[in-house]
């Protein structure tokens, strides 16, 4: 497995973004002044346990873990569209809360719309092990995660991702300039 930290959470007592910001679990191929100053840094919640999205469905508490164990990382698309590659996930993990992700936004293009206000999660994946849910909707008990996408309007409303920083405090000060 590489040293892009997807997996379960790293343990009781532990406070995972606070050990995310060590380098080693900042992916593979980033190395200490090689990213560049276009590159943004942004940190969310892909998914949320137990909130219902928009169609009805709710995923349970460890519905990513197998997809979560596989070597292959997962991308970061804008809106979707498999051709669009935004940048990288450098960190993968499932807490109490939901899927945790963070990444590098490395496209000029996703990095205009985060700057300007875009920030939606939504994950695209293949159920494996669902219940029905009354009156609609599913339990997700298990699924294949295929990839984690930059969004407009997200399907699960409090999925979001924040800018991360020198881009946040910019960000910051360009709103209150206006």
């Given at each position: 497995m590489s040293s892009t930290q997807y997996g379960a959470h790293p343990g009781a007592g532990r406070d995972p973004v606070r050990r995310s910001l060590l380098p080693d679990f900042l992916g593979p191929d980033f190395?200490?002044?090689?990213?560049?100053?276009s590159d943004l840094l942004i940190e969310g919640y892909a998914s949320?346990?137990?909130?219902p999205d928009a169609s009805g469905d709710?995923?349970?508490?460890?519905?990513?873990?197998?997809?979560?164990?596989?070597a292959a990382p997962v991308p970061m698309l804008l809106q979707h569209r498999p051709g669009a590659i935004?940048?990288?996930?450098v960190r993968m993990v499932e807490d109490g809360r939901g899927l945790y992700v963070r990444g590098l936004i490395e496209s000029a293009a996703a990095r205009s719309m985060a700057e300007s206000g875009l920030s939606g999660l939504s994950?695209?994946?293949?159920?494996?092990?669902?219940?029905?849910?009354?009156?609609?909707?599913?339990?997700l008990v298990e699924v294949d995660?295929?990839?984690?996408?930059?969004v407009a309007s997200p399907m699960q409303a409090?999925?979001?991702?924040?800018?991360?920083?020198?881009?946040?405090?910019?960000?910051?000060?360009?709103?209150?300039?206006?």
């Open positions: 190395r200490r002044g090689e990213r560049t100053s949320l346990f137990g909130v709710v995923v349970r508490a460890g519905a990513f873990s197998r997809s979560l164990q596989r935004a940048g990288r996930w994950i695209g994946f293949r159920p494996r092990i669902w219940n029905r849910r009354r009156p609609d909707g599913r339990e995660l295929v990839e984690v996408s930059l409090r999925a979001r991702f924040a800018l991360m920083g020198a881009a946040a405090a910019r960000n910051n000060f360009q709103m209150e300039r206006t």
